[in-house]
């Protein structure tokens, strides 16, 4: 079970949002880069980051910092948000990151996500990013009025090498991630899933290695380790365990 430490940056700052919520966010002291720098200290090898900014204004935003990030740690890297264009996936791809996400772009435009699963091969990840079923776009501020499943469905054989999959009603909330959810999703997925949404403790991730789903290949962890929740002394014991 891969374990990725996230970082939402706002701002130039590490935050956390609830539910997707921008007007209700938590900001934290610590710079991204710092934070990447403690990750890599404690022994993980792979992060996941967002880049809020970006993903409100569909650009690049803080694509500064994730250079950085690449350059300083060494980590195996997957960043989203507001790559809507060829151009900034290989911006990423240039700067070292492993896995650039799609998510309301390639929901919008299907031909946009297969045109990028074939110039990146393996480079390609998918975020979907559901509530009630259905997929969100835009930083969560639009319904799609899709199905998550049936969208999966029509992209399966595109070339996708990963796939994200958060329930934003758990999003932020520590109430524990959607495992029956995300359980359908790497049943239906032709490449693996990442849990993604609400994990609050450590039992969260033992629970979604007693899942002993083979196509769920990780978990992220966000504001649970920013809060104290979770120690990340014991949480990279997990890597292993």
Same mark, same amino acid.
């Given at each position: ?71 300083? $740690? #060494? ?5 989203? *948000? &507001?790559?809507?264009? %060829? /151009?900034? +996936? @290989? ?97 239906? $997925? #032709? ?5 993604? *949404? &609400?994990?609050?403790? %450590? /039992?969260? +991730? @033992? ?35």
């Amino acid at each position: 079970m891969k374990i990725f430490p996230a970082i939402d940056i706002k701002d130039k700052k590490c935050v956390r949002l609830i539910r997707g919520d921008f007007d209700n966010k938590t900001e934290y002291k610590i710079s991204p880069v710092e934070q990447a720098e403690k990750y890599k200290d404690h022994g993980f090898i792979n992060l996941h980051i967002v880049d809020l900014d970006g993903a409100l204004i569909g650009k690049t935003v803080n694509l500064d910092i994730i250079k950085e990030i690449v350059k300083k $740690s #060494n980590l195996k890297i997957e960043v989203g *948000g &507001g790559i809507r264009n %060829i /151009d900034s +996936i @290989k911006k990423y791809t240039d700067a070292g990151v492993e896995k650039v996400i799609l998510g309301s772009a390639a929901i919008k435009d299907k031909n946009f996500l297969k045109e990028a699963c074939e110039k990146f091969p393996n480079k390609i990840a998918l975020g979907l990013d559901a509530k009630d079923g259905h997929l969100s776009v835009s930083g969560w501020k639009e319904n799609s009025n899709q199905l998550t499943l049936n969208f999966l469905k029509e992209v399966n054989d595109y070339g996708v090498s990963r796939l994200i999959y958060t329930d934003i009603n758990q999003d932020g909330m520590k109430q524990g991630p959607n495992y029956e959810e995300t359980s359908k999703v790497a049943n239906t $997925s #032709n490449c693996p899933v990442i849990i993604s *949404g &609400g994990v609050s403790s %450590i /039992d969260d +991730i @033992k629970r979604a290695k007693e899942l002993n789903n083979n196509n769920i290949e990780g978990i992220i962890v966000g504001k649970a380790i920013y809060d104290g929740d979770i120690n990340l002394d014991e949480l990279v014991k997990e890597l292993d365990a």
